[in-house]
């Protein structure tokens, strides 16, 4: 049973560019959050993803976007990178109206 | 006021120590809470969800105080494996299922 899966591992980009993550939930789950987590920091919550709409948004702007499609995969969009969006991204997959959820092994986005 | 409060650490500990953290939440509607624990440059993991009465597992011990909005580990027998970050989560919205997140504990078990 494969777990959560994110794609890529790691990332460099340049300030004011636009970056893609991807997310495989784990089988049987529905729900894909996502969250970033800075150097030292635990991780903060961007929003979360059911039935292909965004349920549930944090604290963060407009920039941040996402989408799931009809397999349950998510992708994260950020638009006019800043430097201080360097961080790790962690997808978390769940079921809806269970509370627990599985992270994958995250992207690391460094913004040069 | 930050929503979730812990102490960063480092604890530093012997192997065999017992050691205890706690965590502190700020929403009094919060629902459910969890423990997970975070290696270096690795993904957050499940350590054990955190109930009213109190669960065990194994050497891990959680209990959950909603007068005082607290959270509390106990790791009995620390092994040097122990070592890593704990997060101290709260779910403030069950239909939701938002996860907040303390900023982590430190623990380093020594030999």
């Known amino acids: 049973d494969a777990g959560v899966t994110q794609s890529p591992t790691h990332l460099i980009k340049t300030r004011g560019q636009q970056v893609t993550l991807r997310c495989s939930p784990k089988?049987?789950?529905?729900?894909v959050s996502w969250y970033q987590q800075a150097l030292g920091q635990g991780p903060q919550f961007i929003f979360q993803?059911?039935?292909?709409?965004?349920?549930q948004r944090g604290n963060f702007p407009d920039r941040f976007s996402g989408h799931q499609f009809p397999n349950y995969s998510s992708e994260l969009n950020v638009n006019a990178l800043l430097l201080g969006d360097s961080a790790l991204y962690l997808c978390?997959?769940?079921?809806?109206?269970?509370?627990?959820?599985?992270f994958g092994p995250g992207t690391r986005l460094t913004v040069l | 006021r930050k929503e979730v409060e812990q102490d960063p650490g480092p604890f530093n500990v012997p192997e065999g120590a017992t050691v205890a953290f706690n965590c502190t939440y700020s929403?009094?509607?919060?629902?459910?809470f969890f423990w997970y624990r975070q290696d270096c440059r690795k993904e957050p993991k499940l350590l054990m969800s955190?109930?009213?009465s109190g669960n065990e597992d194994g050497r891990f011990t959680a209990q959950l105080n909603r007068a005082s909005q607290y959270i509390s580990l106990l790791i009995r027998d620390s092994k040097l494996s122990d070592s890593a970050t704990y997060l101290c989560?709260?779910?403030?919205?069950?239909?939701?299922?938002?996860?907040?997140f303390g900023g982590g504990t430190r623990l380093m078990v020594k030999p």
């Open positions: 989560v709260v779910n403030q919205n069950n239909a939701g299922n938002m996860l907040t």
């Open positions: 089988s049987g789950h529905d729900t």
């Open positions: 978390a997959s769940s079921r809806q109206g269970w509370n627990e959820q599985f």
């Open positions: 929403n009094s509607a919060s629902q459910s």
């Open positions: 993803y059911y039935e292909e709409e965004e349920r």
């Open positions: 955190v109930y009213s």
